[in-house]
């Protein structure tokens, strides 16, 4: 069979993701789609790979959890964003929502010509456990944590429980390069753009 003229949606799809929003069930001052967010999570887990390597004299691969960030939140162009409190509510929920997550990625993949597909596994179904997982786990809460103080600074009083909540999260990873992070980059945050300068 002549694949010359086939087409694939995975690339389309994955374009899609700049119209999923995040934070959907709270007021927001300034709306974030998964494709920014996406971005954000790839720079700082990149930056706690090489934050690992640097000062932990540790071995994280800084490309790979960058790659692996990158596509994190991928399969919501198939299944949206689902709340955190939704998400959360009890174990069959969540249960139920990971088993729909692996779903997403499955049909992601279909979308590839056969010989791009065990690549792309490699990728959507990066191992979370893995160091490189787990700074990207770390990296979405921080930017979970960033949109909370960015909300905060702009008078929106609506983050502030999921703030506090969320510094407890990051705090229970107990990741010495988490840690750095947040206590080196983290205030700046907080800053105007004539104080960051």
């Not at 709306?31 to 090489?50: D, K, T, Y």
Request: proline share 3%.
């Amino acid at each position: 069979m002549n694949q010359e003229n086939n087409q694939y949606s995975f690339f389309a799809f994955l374009s899609r993701m700049r119209h999923i929003y995040r934070w959907s069930l709270m007021r927001n001052v300034d709306r974030e789609n998964i494709m920014e967010h996406s971005l954000q999570v790839a720079m700082i887990a990149h930056g706690l790979a090489v934050i690992n390597n640097k000062v932990y004299n540790g071995n994280a691969n800084p490309e790979k959890t960058a790659l692996f960030a990158m596509y994190h939140d991928s399969n919501e162009t198939i299944t949206g964003d689902l709340p955190t409190p939704i998400k959360y509510f009890n174990p069959e929920i969540q249960t139920s929502y990971k088993g729909l997550e692996e779903l997403s990625k499955d049909k992601l993949l279909s979308l590839l010509p056969d010989f791009l597909q065990d690549y792309y596994k490699g990728i959507l179904f990066y191992d979370e456990t893995s160091l490189e997982g787990r700074l990207v786990k770390a990296a979405d809460r921080i930017c979970a944590y960033i949109k909370c103080v960015e909300e905060s600074k702009a008078g929106n009083g609506e983050f502030q429980k999921a703030q506090k909540s969320i510094q407890k999260k990051i705090k229970s990873l107990k990741l010495p390069e988490v840690e750095y992070f947040m206590k080196h980059f983290m205030n700046n945050f907080s800053l105007t753009l004539d104080e960051l300068n």
